[in-house]
């Protein structure tokens, strides 16, 4: 007996004007399970995402998400709704302290003892950011505001995370650490779409994958399978 998926998008179709960048594309997301959408410049994933965020209107095509239809459902709706989504670029705001930008994360929440916990938990995640507590937050590395928009991003105590390239412009040592993370996030049972250029570490961290090519998506197995595909190999991981 397999649950039914969190999320099914079908169809799903955004433009710019006359450019289309995401061409009618079909995928799901299990309960608890992290998927990988990998693809790359200008495949369509960020467009992808915006979508189901809510940033823009797609001009075609479904998204459900517990089984409801929600592709005309307004932004500010989707954090009550459980979908928390780290924008690429991370998106903190700099002028807030590291406490700050994680209180926010909770604005929709109104129990504050939990509130607490989870806070103690994304410290626990994070303990830079715990440090770090009293500083702004323009003024942390790169790495750094990953964490904290990852921290944030949980604080709204979301059922579904879609991360858009989490490893974007960081070093190796913190691009690993942010994925230890993100790891143990998955463990505990969130479910997570996450967007990578970075194939080969996306893949070895999630269930599932799919490959997208100029807004289509032409590929999709087991992320073990994905990683022994010839033809991911070839494109995706530089072999
Ligand atoms: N605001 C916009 N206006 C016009 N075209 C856009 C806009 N945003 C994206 N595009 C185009 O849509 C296509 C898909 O872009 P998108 O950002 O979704 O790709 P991506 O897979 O996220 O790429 P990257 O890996 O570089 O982040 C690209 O051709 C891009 O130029
Ligand atoms: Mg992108």
Redesign the pocket.
Known sequence: MVAEPLLIVEGLR?A??G?Q??RGITFHINPGEMVALI????????????ALSRM?DPVGGSIRYQGQEIVKLPPHRLVREGIALVP?GRGVFPRLTIAENLAMGAFTRDDKADIAADLEHVYGLFPRLKEREKQLAGTLSGGEQQMLAIGRALMSRPKLLLL??PS?GLAPIMVQKIFEVIRMVAAEGMTILL?E?NARLALESSQRGYV?ES?EITLTDEASSLLHNPKVREAYLGE
């Open positions: 955004v710019y004007g450019i960048a995401v693809g790359a410049n200008g495949a369509g994933k960020t467009s992808t995402l915006k823009l690429e858009d390239e974007m967007i250029q997208m807004g």
